[in-house]
């Protein structure tokens, strides 16, 4: 019924490749939205496994989910809802060298990870595969998600260089996080890629969407390819094949 939409955007999303990187409190949301909206193909990428902690915002799990595989157990839930969906589960952690070949083939890849290492290593291989990327982050009341529309970005790198080093950046653990703020991050990641897989022009390229839900408020604050961007820039440093560029991720919250 959408006019945005109709009957051959939803062709396009049944034809789809979508990769999600995280099962918790982002990919909750992500997951649940994108196999109701009609995408015909899932790859959920997740090596952790459900904890109680989780439960206030990782809403795909259950008390009886607890020590069982996320990436598993999300799959499940999604074939549940829709059982002509092609989910599958990889309980693997990504890591520099490998990762390109991970996002390769895929119509868009969604960052529902859980540490900034991560969130560079898909940001880097997605712009060098030419891969679109939704970036989401949350933490405490806040999060914020943009779209790197591929090689020619502007990407992460373009806002934030790299990495901060260990235990400089706040985390679940250290802020808390508001379970419902990761179900707005997470739904408008859902929505930016269904924009993405349809055509729709209208994405958070170029801008970055910041939701402070104790203000309350959602601003999106603009922001430009940098030449001299280590990813998408005129003379890429990074390419996601070098171990020495990601710090060790050992963060298991959703973090910006």
Known sequence: MLPEVGPA?????????????????????????LVAAGVGHL?????????????HRQVLFTEADLCSQKAEVAAERARALCSTADVVAKAVRLAAGGVRA???????????????????????ACVREDVPLVHGAATAWSGQVLVVPGRRGPCLRCLFEGPLPAGAQPTCRTAGILGAVTGVVGSFQAAEAVKLLVGNPNVLAGRLLAVD?????????????????????DSPTVDATNPADYAPDGDDCDVP
């Open 9 to 33: 955007g939803q062709a396009r999303l049944a034809a789809a490749r979508v990769l999600v990187v995280g099962c918790g409190g982002l990919g909750a949301p992500v997951i649940s939205s």
């Open 43 to 55: 790859t959920l990428v997740d090596d952790d496994t459900v904890e109680a902690s989780n439960l």
């Open 102 to 124: 991970a996002v390769r083939g895929f119509s868009v890849v969604i960052d529902c990870s859980d540490g900034l290492p991560t969130k560079f290593l898909l940001n880097d």
């Open 213 to 233: 839900v104790l203000a309350p408020s959602v601003r999106a604050v603009g922001f430009a390819r940098r030449a001299d961007c280590p990813a998408c820039g």
